[in-house]
């Protein structure tokens, strides 16, 4: 039992790895691809194994997928929040801060989540029915809190509304993976389109830890990606953008270091919440947790094994997320601006064609158009994640 487990947890960060650093190839994809092959794969190993492969691989991918956002612009929906901060650092040498500022937040917010796992129980047992006929009223709420907070309101206003019509027309496509030319086209493609217009030159990026963070920018980034990530589990369609911006529009002082810090805990938190979301309403929140529970019936004593495989899984993915930064920071820095942000626009308009056809390519191209209006009005590009909540809120409120 043993042995099998921590074979499963090996293989999950391996394919953690794969999924957190190729952009489009997300563990949801995987995780319902091993679903397809559940039943042979449960003649010959228990249920608890197949669900520690999920965990782990599903944690190292949270740990590892800002490497190419932070590197490449490539994003995914966990990994928008951090790309212009992350690409600021990147442009001032200082890549391999910018993921190590979100591995931290990844790995004490995990450490956190599991240490409040007694107390998430009987809380998420309470708030379900509360929010349950709540949630497009609250999520209306929260959006117009967000537009109209700051001096660009309307600007604000449009970018949501446009992008927010483009995802309910896009979401209306026989599209296998709408997700990645969407959000590839608004925050990935757009901003390096135009990084363009610059004569940018990528400065040698140092592989020494070059900045310092005090403790209380620590406590504080860590509570609020944790807020953040649990309200991003609770509320379909509210993305780490959004969670990020509102959580810490009511804290002081966090600047990019502590923002980065945060926005690196919102996946790994939300994960941990959807498997707690498992145990206690036995409905899954994602493709992951869905295969999870089609293969078990998840008890909290599940629970607390699999959150020992994803403590595991994230001191390995610690390392593992620094190693791989000091080689692509060494890498990176040696090659021209132009070409690798005209390669990586390439590489991803091939991944849209292979996964989502010609189909996908039209997407790419129009999600692009609607990014680079949201780049260049001035507007906080968060609010182009209108193309995920104003379908919700719609679904909801009617």
């Not at 929010?131 to 959006?143: E, Q």
């Not at 206003?157 to 709408?178: A, C, E, N, R, Y």
């Not at 804290?251 to 206690?280: E, P, Q």
């Not at 129009?366 to 209108?386: C, D, E, F, P």
Request: with cysteine.
């Amino acid at each position: 039992m043993f042995l099998e487990l921590l074979i499963t947890t090996v293989i999950g960060i391996l394919c953690g790895i794969v999924t957190g650093l190729l952009p489009g190839v997300h563990i949801n994809l995987v995780a319902l691809l091993l679903l397809s092959i559940a039943p042979f794969l449960l003649r010959h190993v228990q249920p608890i194994a197949i669900a520690a492969f999920i965990v782990a691989m599903a944690v190292t991918h949270t740990f590892l997928d800002f490497v190419p956002s932070v590197f490449l612009g490539a994003p995914d929906s966990e990994t928008v929040a951090a790309i212009l901060p992350g690409h600021r650092m990147l442009l001032q040498g200082k890549a391999f801060d910018a993921v190590k500022l979100t591995v931290m937040g990844s790995l004490l917010s995990l450490l956190l989540s599991v240490l409040l796992l007694p107390v998430l129980f009987p809380v998420i047992r309470f708030l379900e029915p509360v929010l349950k006929d709540r949630i497009g009223i609250l999520l209306l709420g929260f959006m117009l809190y967000l537009i109209f907070k700051d001096k660009q309101r309307w600007r604000n206003l449009l970018i949501f509304t446009l992008s927010g019509v483009l995802g309910m027309v896009i979401f209306s496509l026989p599209l296998k993976d709408p997700l990645f030319p969407l959000l590839s086209g608004l925050f990935g493609i757009s901003t390096l389109l135009i990084s363009l217009r610059d004569t940018t030159v990528i400065p040698p990026q140092s592989c020494k830890e070059g900045v310092t963070v005090s403790r209380s920018v620590i406590a504080k980034a860590v509570v609020c990606g944790t807020i953040a990530g649990s309200m991003t589990s609770f509320f379909p369609g509210l993305g780490p953008a959004q969670g990020a911006v509102l959580v810490s529009s009511f804290v002081r002082k966090l600047g990019d270091i502590g923002y980065m810090i945060m926005v690196g805990g919102l996946g790994t938190v939300n994960f941990v919440i959807s498997l707690v979301c498992l145990a206690v309403l036995e409905k899954a929140r994602n493709g992951a947790v869905l295969t999870i529970l089609n293969v078990m019936t998840v008890k909290p004593a599940g629970i607390a094994m699999l959150a020992m495989v994803s403590l595991i899984a994230g001191g390995a993915s610690t390392w593992l997320s620094l190693a791989v930064t000091r080689v692509f920071g060494r890498l990176f820095s040696s090659v021209n601006y132009r070409t690798v942000v005209l390669s990586v626009i390439l590489f991803v308009a091939t991944l849209v064609a292979l996964f989502s056809g010609w189909l996908g390519i039209v997407v790419l191209l129009i999600s692009t158009s609607v990014g680079l209006v949201a780049g260049l009005s001035g507007s906080a590009r968060n609010h182009a994640m209108g193309c995920l909540i104003l379908p919700v809120i719609l679904y909801f409120l009617f």
